[in-house]
């Protein structure tokens, strides 16, 4: 009785299974060729089973149905092809079939073998027994199924990632589990007097064969292969404790019913849990996952160190390394790449931070669920950095504000004070011979140049932009400088929104930085058009920038020139934040040093251009 229900159960999870991979057919690949298996399954378990259902008459149609068994292990090495992409000619899979069709024809013309009666199975009546083309056949079938193992065992070592991997290992074990259980019938065969236990673990076949499949490319399917699985748990162990019931001193269904609810009940928690085990790889994310999750990732400062803490949580907990990217420009991917399993959190402009799962279509759905649930985290965590961020810039505002405030009124009293005495000490030295006189006159100038650096840079002043030809207003500034070059795209105008004197002092101080540093050598000023900015370049042949200075170039007092105030490339940057745009240096080949000044073609609204200087 307990073969017949087993045999029965898994013939009606073939009929349901077979449905959902139908509707899943353009997700996977073969699917078609699986339900094709899955139906050559079912059709063997009929024609095992309807002597037993019909009685001796229906022995022919039986050994019909039984004859088909070649066709059943020739697709499903098709399947494994297709499947696993095997790079094998289509001859190979013709040769299969050509196998299994004379085969098939040899069980229809000569009978397979004969059902008879075998007493260790208990309580099923008639077993097919083989005779030599029975062996044939079962020989033929080995054949296609083992190359069918041998092609997931070529996927295995091909496989481009550990995910792929897992699934040709998953539908492989699975497929040796279905050739242990229906190892069962072969007792009969070889005269093994044993009961054929292995039949008994045939309703956990077909589950384990598409779950092994759907589980990386259909997330819906965990709640029910879960649900499923434990099912069949529950059923096999019902039929080992109705069998054992046998050593019991009196024989009652109650008795039976009882015991088996009995072991059920106790054992349903470790059931379940197993169940999940294999459904969730992952495992089941708890309370205590979220808390540890948002207590570890709260403590990040940066978007850089929140995806190194996020890397290193979710990789500990699904045991592979895993990339993980917080980008607040990033845009959702249009593709994902299957060899690099990550998560990418990026900020959308309509609904937030979001996350996406990358390289994860061939995941468990289970650990699609971990992912999932984590990448939720993840996105409270960004935008909770976001916050920080946005609070530590405006508090570095605050500060940059309050120190030029605080600057300017140093810079004020400090010229004021300063003035004076090199006007006197000017005086004093008229009468004194010409070589004191260049130089006290250098270092006054060098002095007031300063002074006046220092009053220009703090103090907050406005932009008045208006539509300007940037290329008459370089022409200008170069008139006098017969040592820079003009580029060739400043044949032509381009117009620009700009402050027309704060332009001039920008540019002004790149020519004289670049001038500077460049010496005798060339220096070379050039524009060009971009679709959303207009670039001036300034770049000098000179001895370069130390990288120990390209950092902070444009901060305050930092100066690659040894006679510089270090406030020209600062008041630049300023100048440039002020137009919406920015000052930076550039790699512009062959020359050493560049410096960029992009403007947006855009024009400021009117409150940003009669507004204070951002810093």
Known sequence: MAIHLALLLTLLEILALGSVLLLWAKQVAGARLLVVFLLGVATWIVGNELPNWAGLGSVPVAMALLSSLTFTSAAFFHFCVIFCGAPLHRRWVRAGYAMATLVALLSLVRSPGEFIHFPP?????????????????????????????LVLGWGWLHAPSPLRRKQFASIAVSSAWGLLAISGFAFAALGIEHYPWPVLTMPVFPLLLVYGVLRYRVFVVNVWARRALASAIFIVLGLAVVSLTVLLPVESKWLNAAAVATACFILSGPVWRFASRLVYPGGTPSAGDLRQWRSAMGQAESMEAL?????????????????????????????????????LCHKSPQSGWQTHLLGFEEAPPGQRHLAALFGDTLADAAAQVELAELAQQRER?????????????????????????????????????????????????????????????????????????????????VRHRPEVELG????????????????????????????????????????????DAVLVHVCDDGPGIPADLRERLFEPFASRSPGGTGLGLAIAARIMAAHGGAASVTERAPWRTCFTLRFPRIAPTDSSASGLLAP
């Open 121 to 149: 199975f208990t309580g099923y009546q008639w077993v097919v027994v083989p005779n030599a083309v029975g062996w044939v056949h079962s020989l033929a079938w080995g054949i296609l199924a083992a190359a069918g193992l």
């Open 307 to 343: 995806e190194a803490v996020a890397a290193a949580l979710l990789s500990t907990r699904m045991g592979t390394p895993l990339q993980m990217q917080v980008q607040a420009d990033a845009a959702p991917p249009a593709t994902t790449d299957r060899s690099q399993p990550g998560l």
């Open 397 to 477: 505002e605050r500060q940059l504000q309050a120190r030029l405030a605080e600057l300017g009124s140093l810079a004020a009293t400090v010229a004021h004070d300063v003035r004076n005495p090199l006007n006197i000490i000017a005086m004093a030295v008229a009468m004194a011979p010409a070589e004191t006189r260049q130089e006290v006159g250098e270092q006054i100038a060098r002095i007031s140049h300063l002074t006046s650096d220092l009053l220009d840079y703090a103090k907050p002043w406005q932009i008045a932009p208006v539509a300007t030809d940037l290329h008459a207003r370089i022409q200008a500034q």
């Open 488 to 531: 060739a795209a400043l044949q032509q105008p381009r117009m620009a929104t700009v402050d027309p004197a704060r332009f001039d002092q920008a540019l002004g101080n790149l020519l004289s930085n670049a001038c500077t540093a460049a010496g005798q050598r060339r220096v070379l000023v050039d524009t060009e058009q971009l679709p």
